[in-house]
């Protein structure tokens, strides 16, 4: 059996795979390894070596990682050679995959060009939504009546939490490279909620729309050398 290590115990991601990969071990958030600062090799070095590590930890808040840009720099970009170190195969979790200018996505594509150094680690570029995030912060606010914004010029083309576990825990292991998984449909982050809340039986009329400045592509960035699995039906797991 497969020693594993997945960073990230205690996001969206990391919970859902504790359903896919049971006998794994678990970084279960800065209690168990801050990965965000340099020091944490000298803890680092004396953890097991694992065959496996699936890095998903990260700092998803795009105002926490430009107020907290060196935190986030190290967790997705540093601490990726620190794990390499630690292990026979990285799995890197990344974004869209595009230079967009603020800390998170800079951060992530230093991470993807970190983990592709090393032959036969694994990049894998996704959008993902589940219990957490986006559909839990929306859903509690329209349980109890609350109004809403959703951006109606952003645009991606999510994966469910469940559909990425299922394809780490049957993929993951046997490929290399750049892989971008993503939804057969491409969405506004408004239609999105829409949709969320009439599958929910939620007052979707609650939902408002909302334009940032300039349109923002969020859709995976399927590069021509990359690979990339398209979902069917992605979405309609809501």
Request: hydrophobic content about 35%.
């Amino acid at each position: 059996m497969l020693k594993v290590l997945v960073t990230g115990g205690t996001g969206m991601l990391g919970t859902a795979l504790k359903k896919y990969l049971p006998d794994a071990d678990y970084v279960n958030g800065r209690k168990d390894l801050d990965l965000s600062y340099p020091e944490i090799w000298d803890v680092m070095q004396f953890m097991n070596f694992y065959d496996v590590i699936i890095h998903t930890a990260a700092i998803t808040s795009l105002p926490l990682c430009e107020e907290y840009s060196s935190q986030a720099y190290h967790l997705h970009a540093t601490a990726v050679k620190l794990l390499q170190r630690k292990c026979n195969k990285l799995i890197y979790i990344s974004a869209q995959g595009r230079d967009y200018d603020n800390v998170y996505f800079k951060s992530k594509l230093e991470g993807e060009k970190t983990a592709l150094e090393r032959e036969g680690d694994v990049v894998v570029r996704v959008n993902i939504y589940g219990e957490g995030g986006l559909v839990k912060w929306a859903t509690d606010e329209l349980k109890v009546g609350n109004k809403i914004n959703g951006y109606d010029n952003v645009v991606f083309n999510p994966v469910h939490v469940d559909q990425l576990c299922e394809f780490i825990s049957k993929y993951g292991l046997t490929t290399k490279g750049s892989v971008s998984v993503l939804s057969d449909k491409t969405i506004s982050k408004y239609e999105f909620l829409n949709l969320m809340a009439d599958r929910r039986g939620l007052d979707k009329s609650l939902i408002s729309p909302l334009s940032v400045d300039g349109d923002l592509d969020l859709t995976i960035n399927v590069d021509s050398n990359l690979k990339y699995y398209s979902l069917n039906e992605g979405i309609n797991l809501l």
